[in-house]
């Protein structure tokens, strides 16, 4: 009678191996174990038991009226002894493991442990079976097919596993390609405003966020600019920064918007400022101290959820996009001193070109005149002029890109409008930095009515003017500043091509101090050139009044004679030498019969004048009669050029 019953069983358990051998999870595995193990032991009543927690909860029942859909039993200290010291089904001892109260609820009189490596899974407990008896054969098949589904839970468990660690693995290659390749562009980019949309459009897509935000500690205020903002489903755009109570952290960098909100409240200033961000998750970015943040909405696909492995995708990008923004720093830095250096090299170059002009030149109007065109021409300067002192004020000598108002009358011949000239100060209106031989500076558009005094905006008609400099022509040695304490004069600059540059200012001063000395010199030499030119006229008088008093006291005639001229801009030679020259021919031996006396010659208000000893015998000359008076001389009505 007993062989039908084995062979039942024994098909059932090739069944049950061929089911348990097939790939389902711990769930459906327990689930299929409890249906098995009734239909092959022909168990009365059961229930299967499944670890969820801290206790052992109710998966299935058969046959367990009295017991409750959610009877749960506690995992104790000896339950969790259960799979490391009963690894077979057992028919008593349940005292050891089981509260008294589970056994004599549920009656239990067999129990299969369910275990997974040497954790206890779960387990199903009966009353007994069919025959109220279990025989050796039944215990041979209950173990049997205890270890063939504990086998199977096993390798379901580690076959998850394994299948987590690949899903994890290949999160982790794509974040590694992701970071490989968003590094790549982010530290090829070199423009600020490109590597903040960069940056934010690759925060988008890897974590498929409807709105995500990018933030830049800015280092000279200390707020959270928001540099980056995206929104998937609009075109919106987010201006704003954020205020920072501390930038110094020693927290969680990922924090959630509810659940951190003490955090929050530390962090910012207004933490609501986050809610116009959409901002769910709030990434920060730490190095030493707080220097950005990411912010993270809901996904897009609402099924899918933010986890570890995103956030530190997220933190390995933001560091790469700190970096390329070190660089693209670094790299405008650098570029802004190379442009700078270029810019300071060709100002020297022109300087150079300026001192070379200046030093060609042969007077001061020449010095005046290649100034204000070089820095016109080399400089940008485009308006400008030099007043050079003459007595006690101080005169316009050379402008340019400067003119009068219109109603401003004309100064003597000199054409309406004409600046040369007029006067800019006197020696009463100057200011003391300018005495003290400083430069004197103001960078806005009315600084020429600050500065100059009220009659020289009167009648300048400055315009466009952005600026005013007026740097002092003035030589550095005491011994000439203790001899005059008066600049010689002053380059005034009223317009630049842009604003007015602090090295601008420094160039000016740099230029008026290389033409001061050369200016200096050349007013000197031409004083002494005054001083040593004989005055014709002065000189003459002095012949004369010698003449007059020889003709009265021994009674020596003479000849006064006087002729216009006029000197050709191309003549080799001088026209006093020539007419010399003849009247010396003229005279001949009578002359030297005279005495031996040659004629004098006076040039001076477009005539000469000739002191002979014998009458000129050439009719472009015409005899004074009028010589033996000094104020009748002084009268004759000869006509002035």
Request: proline share 4%; charged share 25%.
């Given at each position: 009678m007993e062989h039908p019953s084995m062979s039942y069983r024994f098909e059932g358990l090739l069944h049950a191996i061929e089911f348990f051998t097939q790939r389902f999870d711990t769930e459906q595995l327990s689930q299929y174990s409890f249906e098995f193990v009734n239909e092959i032991l022909t168990l009365n009543a059961s229930a299967l038991f499944i670890h969820d927690g801290y206790k052992f909860v109710l998966r299935q029942k058969r046959l367990y009226p009295h017991i409750p859909a959610d009877y749960a039993i506690a995992d104790t200290a000896s339950m969790k002894q259960l799979a490391l010291f009963r690894g077979h089904t057992m028919t008593r001892g349940f005292e050891h493991f089981l509260e008294p109260g589970d056994i004599a609820r549920l009656q239990v009189k067999w129990l299969m442990p369910l275990m997974i490596s040497d954790k206890l899974h779960g387990f199903i407990v009966s009353n007994g079976n069919i025959a109220d008896n279990f025989s050796s054969s039944d215990l041979v098949m209950s173990n049997t097919l205890m270890r063939l589904i504990n086998n199977s839970l096993e390798n379901s468990f580690h076959l998850a596993q394994l299948q987590a660690s690949n899903t994890k693995l290949d999160q982790k290659n794509f974040n590694l390609f992701a970071i490989n390749q968003s590094t790549k562009v982010l530290l090829s980019e070199m423009s600020l405003s490109r590597l903040y949309a960069i940056a934010t459009d690759v925060f988008s897509e890897v974590t498929s966020s409807q709105v995500t935000a990018f933030g830049i500690v800015d280092p000279l205020s200390g707020r959270l600019q928001i540099t980056g903002f995206r929104n998937v489903l609009a075109y919106t755009q987010y201006h704003g920064a954020l205020e920072l109570r501390t930038a110094e952290y020693a927290g969680p960098i990922v924090?959630?918007?509810?659940?951190?909100?003490?955090?929050?409240?530390?962090?910012?200033?207004?933490?609501?400022?986050?809610?116009?961000?959409?901002?769910?998750?709030?990434?920060?970015?730490?190095?030493?101290?707080?220097?950005?943040?990411?912010?993270?909405?809901?996904?897009?696909?609402?099924?899918?959820?933010?986890?570890?492995?995103?956030?530190?995708?997220?933190?390995?990008?933001?560091?790469?996009?700190?970096?390329?923004?070190?660089?693209?720093?670094?790299?405008?830095?650098?570029?802004?001193?190379?442009?700078?250096?270029?810019?300071?090299?060709?100002?020297?170059?022109?300087?150079?070109?300026?001192?070379?002009?200046?030093?060609?030149?042969?007077?001061?109007?020449?010095?005046?005149?290649?100034?204000?065109?070089?820095?016109?021409?080399?400089?940008?300067?485009?308006?400008?002029?030099?007043?050079?002192?003459?007595?006690?004020?101080?005169?316009?000598?050379?402008?340019?890109?400067l003119s009068c108002r219109p109603d401003t009358p004309p100064i003597g011949s000199s054409a309406p409008g004409e600046a040369k000239g007029r006067l800019v100060m006197r020696l009463d209106e100057l200011h003391p930095s300018l005495l003290d031989r400083q430069l004197l500076c103001d960078y806005t558009s009315r600084g020429a009515e600050r500065i100059l005094p009220l009659h020289t905006t009167d009648w300048l008609d400055a315009g466009s003017a952005n600026c005013?400099?007026?740097?002092?022509?003035?030589?550095?040695?005491?011994?000439?500043?203790?001899?005059?304490?008066?600049?010689?004069?002053?380059?005034?600059?009223?317009?630049?091509?842009?604003?007015?540059?602090?090295?601008?200012?420094?160039?000016?001063?740099?230029?008026?101090?290389?033409?001061?000395?050369?200016?200096?010199?050349?007013?000197?030499?031409?004083?002494?050139?005054?001083?040593?030119?004989?005055?014709?006229?002065?000189?003459?008088?002095?012949?004369?009044?010698?003449?007059?008093?020889?003709?009265?006291s021994y009674q020596l005639d003479y000849y006064v004679?006087?002729?216009?001229?006029?000197?050709?801009?191309?003549?080799?030679?001088?026209?006093?030498?020539?007419?010399?020259?003849?009247?010396?021919?003229?005279?001949?031996?009578?002359?030297?019969?005279?005495?031996?006396?040659m004629p004098e010659l006076y040039a001076f208000d477009g005539h000469l004048f000739a002191i002979t000893y014998a009458p000129v015998l050439d009719g472009s000359w015409t005899e004074i009669p009028a010589k033996h008076r000094l104020d009748e001389f002084l009268a004759y009505p000869y006509p002035h050029c």
């Open positions: 924090l959630h918007m509810e659940r951190d909100r003490d955090r929050l409240d530390a962090l910012f200033v207004n933490p609501e400022q986050l809610r116009e961000l959409d901002a769910e998750y709030i990434i920060l970015i730490l190095q030493q101290q707080i220097m950005g943040i990411v912010t993270l909405s809901k996904p897009v696909n609402d099924e899918r959820s933010y986890d570890d492995a995103t956030f530190e995708l997220i933190e390995s990008l933001a560091n790469s996009s700190l970096i390329a923004l070190s660089n693209a720093n670094l790299f405008a830095e650098a570029n802004r001193q190379r442009t700078s250096a270029e810019k300071k090299l060709r100002l020297l170059q022109n300087l150079n070109r300026l001192v070379s002009n200046v030093n060609e030149s042969g007077t001061p109007e020449e010095l005046c005149y290649f100034t204000v065109k070089t820095l016109r021409l080399a400089f940008g300067v485009r308006q400008a002029l030099i007043c050079l002192r003459q007595g006690d004020a101080y005169l316009v000598a050379e402008q340019i890109g005013c400099v007026i740097a002092p022509l003035a030589v550095s040695s005491e011994r000439i500043r203790r001899e005059d304490p008066y600049p010689l004069g002053f380059l005034i600059v009223l317009e630049t091509e842009g604003s007015l540059l602090e090295e601008e200012t420094l160039l000016l001063d740099t230029v008026a101090k290389n033409i001061s000395p050369i200016l200096h010199q050349m007013l000197t030499v031409q004083a002494a050139q005054k001083r040593l030119k004989r005055d014709d006229q002065a000189a003459l008088l002095e012949a004369l009044e010698q003449r007059i008093v020889e003709w009265s004679f006087y002729k216009p001229y006029r000197q050709s801009p191309f003549a080799q030679t001088s026209p006093v030498e020539h007419e010399l020259s003849m009247l010396g021919q003229q005279a001949g031996e009578d002359n030297f019969a005279r005495g031996g006396r």
